[in-house]
T-cell receptor
Framework: GAVVSQHPSRVICKSGTSVKIECRSL??????MFWYRQFPKKSLMLMAT?????????EQGVEKDKFLINHASLTLSTLTVTSAHPEDSSFYIC?????????????FGPGTRLLVL | AQKITQTQPGMFVQEKEAVTLDCTYD???????LFWYKQPSSGEMIFLIY??????QNATEGRYSLNFQKARKSANLVISASQLGDSAMYFC????????????FGQGTRLTINP
């Protein structure tokens, strides 16, 4: 149980294009999903908290117009990197927290490697 | 503000030996949770173990145990009988009662198990 998928797993795009990354909880409902960014050999940095049916909460320094987040259902959140540039190249990973107060862990997706040329 | 510190960038251990990965934390929340995740080279984050700040006993999950010392604000991960498949990055993380329960991660420790 508690499986989270991400699509695509790897994407290469040209500078200036937009890229959409999907995060799905496959066997549970998640009212809250989180988006992280990880640079090579570094730790995960939280970008934003995605809440179903409401606007995402962005961490300080993260441009909300650059990284658009939509959490339209209890099993799907999307991250769109708009007008991507080479500095946006990174590993993006989402996590989902099962609905219900008793769940402790967040479950992570396998991540998406983005390379912007 | 919450902070997690992992002071060991890398650890090298012989197969079948036990290994301890250090983690210290700082928080002003009266209640919090501590987590350990494993990240193999494929990139996925695998949940290993959880310790609640009010839990009376140290958490254990198979070969993983958490040495929780609340007064010292430490939550070290102990892996017994290490295996080659344990080679990976290991991250300690904390979640407080504030801030939508987001996780704050440490810098990570790269563990290498030698045959």
């Amino acid at each position: 149980g508690a499986v989270v998928s991400q699509h695509p797993s790897r994407v290469i795009c040209k500078s200036g294009t937009s890229v959409k990354i999907e995060c799905r909880s496959l066997d549970f409902q998640a009212t809250t999903m989180f988006w992280y960014r990880q640079f090579p050999k570094k730790s995960l940095m939280l970008m934003a908290t995605s809440n179903e049916g409401s606007k995402a909460t962005y961490e300080q320094g993260v441009e909300k117009d650059k990284f658009l987040i939509n959490h339209a259902s209890l099993t799907l959140s999307t991250l769109t990197v708009t007008s991507a540039h080479p500095e946006d190249s990174s590993f993006y990973i989402c996590s989902a927290k099962p609905a219900g107060a008793n769940h402790r862990a967040q479950y992570f997706g396998p991540g998406t490697r983005l390379l912007v040329l | 503000a919450q902070k997690i510190t992992q002071t060991q960038p890398g650890m090298f251990v012989q197969e079948k030996e036990a290994v301890t990965l250090d983690c210290t934390y700082d928080t002003s929340d009266p209640s919090y949770g501590l987590f350990w995740y494993k990240q193999p080279s494929s990139g996925e984050m695998i949940f290993l173990i959880y310790q609640g700040s009010y839990d009376q006993q140290n958490a254990t999950e198979g070969r993983y145990s958490l040495n929780f010392q609340k007064a010292r604000k430490s939550a070290n991960l102990v892996i017994s009988a290490s295996q080659l498949g344990d080679s990976a990055m290991y991250f300690c993380a904390m979640r407080g009662i504030q801030g939508a329960q987001k996780l704050v991660f440490g810098q990570g420790t790269r563990l290498t198990i030698n045959p």
